[in-house]
């Protein structure tokens, strides 16, 4: 067997002995807790919620290309640019020092920040942009509760757990929470009165159609429509194949 050139794999770098290694983790994963807490373990568990919702939204971005998520999303990120800039404008320092892990400031909170635009963003979507849902509105409301009080939850206990491991304050989280619901209402009131009018055509464009961007601002419940369609698809389709095996 030929020998294996060592110069086509790639080597760390190597540094002398006076020159001192330095390893920091990527901080927006690392979430410390104190041992042996088991509550403080299901916190930390929960800040991680961000984390999650990001890559919710890449997933319905990707298999649904509506114009709405992209607009949500694209707000979203404006609020952690938001974000950082208010950072570094108060430059208020977090509790407690975790040596180099975690030097950037703490005021306001991103977690609380992120937490509260998305759900103040759900809430208005929920209660204006989706109704009638089958004429039952009992069984509307319900629908729209059971969406909404999660979410509440969820955010009021990332907001929590950001206390409680002592990565801030009540006034960073609190002041985080502010500014997440002020900008989720400014921004929804954007999407809603000015945006929304130009999707239409945004959707006609040619590059639109090629990444197969869609609008769907004039169906009343994006969600029970497509239920009701697909449903309505499976069946004539299951029909069809029984048709074809009887023939």
């Given at each position: 067997?030929?020998?294996?050139?060592?110069?086509t794999?790639?080597h760390?770098?190597?540094?002398?002995?006076?020159?001192?290694?330095?390893?920091?983790?990527?901080?927006?994963?690392?979430?410390?807790?104190?041992?042996?807490d088991?509550?403080?373990?299901?916190?930390?568990i929960?800040?991680?919620?961000?984390?999650?919702?990001?890559?919710?939204?890449?997933?319905?971005i990707?298999?649904?290309?509506?114009?709405?998520?992209?607009?949500?999303?694209?707000?979203t990120?404006?609020?952690?640019v938001?974000?950082?800039?208010?950072?570094?404008?108060?430059?208020?320092?977090?509790p407690?020092?975790?040596?180099?892990?975690?030097?950037?400031y703490?005021?306001?909170?991103?977690?609380?920040?992120?937490?509260?635009f998305f759900?103040?963003?759900?809430?208005?979507f929920?209660?204006?942009r989706?109704?009638?849902?089958n004429?039952?509105?009992?069984?509307?409301?319900v629908?729209?509760?059971?969406?909404?009080?999660?979410?509440?939850?969820?955010?009021?206990?990332?907001?929590i757990?950001?206390?409680?491991?002592?990565y801030?304050?009540?006034?960073?989280?609190?002041?985080?929470?502010?500014?997440?619901?002020?900008?989720?209402?400014?921004?929804?009131?954007?999407?809603?009165?000015i945006?929304?009018?130009?999707?239409?055509?945004?959707?006609?464009?040619?590059?639109?159609?090629?990444l197969l961007?869609?609008?769907?601002?004039?169906?009343?419940?994006?969600l029970?429509?497509?239920?009701?369609?697909?449903?309505?698809?499976?069946?004539?389709?299951?029909?069809?194949?029984?048709?074809?095996?009887?023939?």
């Amino acid at each position: 067997m030929a020998a294996i050139d060592d110069n086509t794999f790639i080597h760390p770098p190597k540094f002398s002995s006076e020159e001192r290694l330095e390893w920091v983790p990527l901080s927006i994963t690392l979430v410390e807790y104190p041992q042996g807490d088991l509550l403080g373990k299901l916190l930390a568990i929960t800040s991680l919620m961000p984390l999650g919702i990001i890559s919710g939204f890449i997933a319905l971005i990707l298999f649904r290309r509506d114009l709405h998520t992209i607009s949500f999303f694209l707000g979203t990120t404006i609020n952690e640019v938001l974000n950082l800039i208010l950072k570094h404008t108060f430059c208020e320092a977090r509790p407690i020092q975790r040596n180099a892990l975690y030097t950037e400031y703490g005021m306001p909170s991103s977690h609380s920040q992120f937490m509260w635009f998305f759900t103040t963003y759900v809430v208005y979507f929920v209660f204006i942009r989706l109704h009638h849902m089958n004429n039952n509105t009992l069984l509307e409301n319900v629908w729209k509760t059971a969406i909404t009080i999660p979410c509440i939850f969820l955010a009021s206990l990332v907001m929590i757990s950001r206390v409680y491991l002592q990565y801030h304050t009540w006034k960073q989280v609190l002041s985080g929470a502010l500014v997440g619901f002020l900008f989720g209402s400014l921004w929804f009131a954007l999407t809603y009165l000015i945006f929304t009018p130009l999707f239409p055509l945004i959707a006609s464009w040619r590059i639109s159609e090629f990444l197969l961007l869609r609008d769907t601002t004039l169906i009343p419940n994006v969600l029970w429509f497509e239920y009701t369609h697909s449903r309505q698809e499976a069946r004539a389709r299951s029909r069809k194949l029984v048709s074809m095996k009887s023939q």
